[in-house]
């Protein structure tokens, strides 16, 4: 190792009258460069504060640990359909973390006397920080090329972004200007340097090389830039407060602040005490809730991700963040001052719209994809809640899903069926028979009143008696879980309807339920607790894949079939549970599994959720058409699902699409009540 400094031999005077002023302005502008960030800082956590009461306080080891994952080692950016940005992400954050890290520690070793032996501290930062500038320039060129070349559909090119680029290039490439001029005048290269200035190395190369100057002007021109890179620096940093660049305060703060519910489970009004039902302003919206609209990087993958916006309906779930976020900016637009402009935009109307709010399918893509933790589907179902229990501007057919579930305790309103005409004839008991049972099946609404759907009712009630377990159901007992009403905003009916159901619950000491429906099972798992509703909540594929894991039951083949196995986004999405289906198809003797293009996490959705099974849509834009034209290209017989609304969506699609002699859509309960073996008896 040299003991040589990397500052040229025989100019310690000049390096200190070149760099003294520069430390002693940096030092008197610190003050006023906080200040900046403060009073920018203040102003929008005003703005925040103006939104509801909301604790996000609690269990702070976990936030910090999931914000440290997520900004530091980008475990939400790095993905394997997003390799390209996350690798540029990571070399533009870590290489400004090693550069900061390598230019602090040189400022302090050399203001503290350790460029002169032992200089171990010194040496090293200085290639850290040439480290780091490097990946910086990598990272950019890779952000560059992207953002102007490849541009892909969802970025949305603003001259900051070019400004950014401009900012960060002239910083890095002035500093490695620096050092080369600095080696370039040195009367005696150690032959060591290239190991820890390799680019300020290279540099001084080009400038010996190209530069024809005698030492005295190379130091002229040292000067001057070193004195660029201050200013850079400074009027960077003020203008960091109102660019892009936000995002690297305000995203980490949002992670932190990320909800620690369950996934799934909307925030209940608590409708004796609330003023407003749901969001028609942002000043309803809560704290948290406007800090997202600040926190969003504009990043579009939100976008990709959102089946609605790829099926071509109107919602973008990117374009809703930055529309509020502009709207709180022409509302809020005076710093401190907490009275909005007005008139102002009517924010359900003029500013996001009915029809794009109604478009949402609450799949939950947009909040999966994003890597800052934005709640967008919370927002829509508030905002939605508004048009609902306010406005009463909700589509037609949703106020006849609605007036029938008020009256009938379910959305199907044409149909003649109850909730007892599936289990005739099948030895069924309800719960007023056989009190005792040890599991209470919910059958739930559509696999009891839709006549498609009943054969899946009749599938798990043969499994179950195949198996031996003791069940009954609730028969006409039995109303729907709510979660239609919730989705669709009218959160009054879903605590009637819930509170209901927790009493008559209550009354058979249910402890443990099984369902098909992965609403009802998001519903009565994560929901219902919220009034006093705590049970064991089971989907029934997690009970098939165990009564065949432990013995219980037992199958054969149905024949040489190819399934595609579709992923349902309140089952897979909002309750992770992705292996025991596959695990279910894998068991059937001679079925043969293939995965769809989108699955698991990124399963595209059937269309229904969010009350849309029981609202009217535009035929060329419904996404179960969309989805069953990925599962013909794939090849498969059977498209499987574990979803009665997926179901019914599939077997829409598939007579749409005219293939429904080719391809069967089926509930794997039903392929496994095909498929039990009859010779032998459950163990």
């Avoid at 077997?651 to 498929?675: F, P, T």
Wanted: aromatic fraction near 10%; hydrophobic fraction near 40%; include cysteine.
């Amino acid at each position: 190792m040299s003991l040589r400094e990397l500052f040229w031999t025989g100019q310690e005077v000049y390096i200190m009258q070149m760099f003294l002023p520069v430390i002693i302005a940096v030092l008197l502008l610190a003050p006023a460069l906080v200040l900046v960030f403060v009073l920018g800082f203040a102003r929008r956590a005003r703005v925040w504060k103006l939104g509801q009461p909301e604790d996000r306080s609690g269990n702070w080891q976990s936030r910090l640990l999931t914000t440290l994952a997520v900004a530091v080692a980008n475990i939400r950016i790095i993905r394997p359909k997003e390799i390209y940005p996350g690798i540029m992400h990571t070399c533009l954050f870590g290489g400004t973390a090693l550069l900061f890290t390598g230019k602090i520690v040189r400022l302090f070793s050399y203001i503290t006397g350790l460029t002169t032996p032992p200089q171990s501290i010194y040496l090293y930062a200085s290639l850290v920080s040439e480290i780091g500038g490097a990946l910086i320039i990598i990272g950019g060129c890779l952000a560059v090329f992207r953002r102007y070349i490849l541009r892909p559909a969802r970025l949305d090119n603003k001259p900051e972004d070019s400004l950014v680029f401009i900012w960060a290039g002239v910083i890095v490439l002035t500093g490695f200007m620096v050092k080369g001029y600095r080696i370039a005048s040195s009367d005696v290269v150690p032959p060591d340097w290239w190991m820890w200035s390799p680019v300020g190395y290279l540099v001084s190369n080009i400038m010996r090389t190209f530069v024809i100057a005698a030492r005295n002007e190379i130091l002229v021109w040292h000067r001057a830039v070193i004195h660029t890179v201050p200013a850079a620096i400074i009027l960077g940093y003020i203008w960091l407060n109102r660019s892009r660049l936000q995002h690297i305060v305000l995203a980490p703060l949002n992670i932190y602040f990320r909800s620690l519910k369950p996934k799934g489970a909307l925030q209940p009004i608590d409708l004796e005490k609330t003023e407003f039902f749901g969001v028609s302003k942002l000043e309803n919206f809560t704290w948290k809730q406007l800090l997202d609209l600040d926190a969003c990087t504009r990043c579009g993958r939100c976008q990709d991700a959102c089946p609605a916006y790829f099926s071509g309906k109107n919602l973008n779930p990117k374009k809703v963040i930055q529309d509020l976020l502009k709207h709180m900016q022409e509302t809020y637009p005076i710093p401190f001052s907490a009275k909005p402009i007005e008139p102002r935009k009517d924010m359900l109307t003029d500013v996001i719209t009915e029809e794009v709010i109604w478009d949402c399918t609450t799949c939950r893509a947009c909040m999966r994809a994003c890597p800052v933790y934005i709640e967008h589907v919370d927002k829509m179902i508030d905002m939605r809640r508004n048009l609902t229990m306010e406005r009463t501007a909700i589509p037609e057919s949703g106020q006849g899903a609605l007036k029938s579930l008020g009256t009938r305790g379910h959305p199907y309103r044409g149909t003649t069926a109850t909730r007892t005409d599936w289990f005739q004839g099948l030895g069924v008991k309800t719960m007023a028979e056989d009190a005792n049972a040890d599991i209470l099946y919910w059958v739930g609404c559509s696999a009891a009143l839709d006549e498609r759907n009943m054969k899946i009712a009749k599938s798990f009630a043969k499994i179950m008696q195949a198996a031996g377990v003791k069940f009954a159901v609730l028969g006409e007992e039995e109303t729907c879980c709510g979660d239609p009403a919730r989705r669709m905003g009218d959160e009054y009916l879903f605590q009637t309807i819930c509170q209901g159901n927790v009493e008559l619950l209550k009354n058979y000491n249910v402890k443990k339920i099984v369902t098909a429906c992965p609403h009802c099972f998001n519903s009565l798992k994560k929901e219902y607790p919220q009034f006093g509703g705590n049970y064991e909540v089971i989907h029934h594929t997690q009970f098939i894949a165990d009564l065949l894991n432990s013995g219980k039951l037992k199958v054969d083949s149905i024949g040489n079939k190819k399934a595609a196995y579709h992923d349902s986004c309140y089952l897979g999405r909002y309750n992770d549970i992705y292996a025991e289906p596959r695990q279910i198809l894998k068991s059937i003797n001679g079925m043969q599994s293939v995965e769809l293009g989108r699955h698991g996490e990124n399963s595209f959705c059937c269309g229904g959720g969010g009350g849309h099974m029981w609202l009217e849509e535009d035929p060329s834009k419904r996404l179960n058409t969309r989805r069953i034209e990925e599962v013909i290209q794939s090849g498969a017989d059977i498209v499987a699902s574990a979803c009665p609304y997926c179901l019914a969506m599939f077997e829409d699609a598939l007579k749409a699409k005219g293939v429904e002699d080719n391809v069967k859509a089926r509930d794997l309960c039903e392929l496994i009540a095909e498929a039990i073996k009859k010779d032998e008896p459950a163990s």
